[in-house]
């Protein structure tokens, strides 16, 4: 069992060979798509983002900024 959470953690922070994201990069950029095509192409709420994003992993509010940062995704200012 022990293994088995070692492998799982590894897989969080390696980047993926085929485009370098990581499990958790990928499902933000996943859940974000969802959410964004749900809204009709508008702007996603971060705390909308979060909220669905907490639904895959646990991450902090702090852990979402730098992954979206690291991603590219800026909000409008507001």
Do not use: C, W
């Not at 060979?17 to 798509?33: K, N, S």
């Not at 909220?51 to 992954?67: F, K, N, P």
Request: zero cysteines; proline letters at 3%; hydrophobic letters at 40%.
């Amino acid at each position: 069992m022990a293994g088995s959470d070692y492998s799982r953690t590894l897989l969080e922070v390696i980047p993926d060979a085929r485009d370098g994201l990581t499990r958790t990069e990928r499902i933000i950029l996943y859940v974000l798509d969802e959410t964004q095509k749900e809204l009709k192409g508008r702007n996603v709420p971060t705390a909308m983002l979060y909220g669905r994003v907490l639904e895959y992993v646990a991450m902090s509010e702090a852990d979402l900024h730098l992954y979206l940062d690291r991603l590219g995704v800026k909000g409008d200012g507001m």
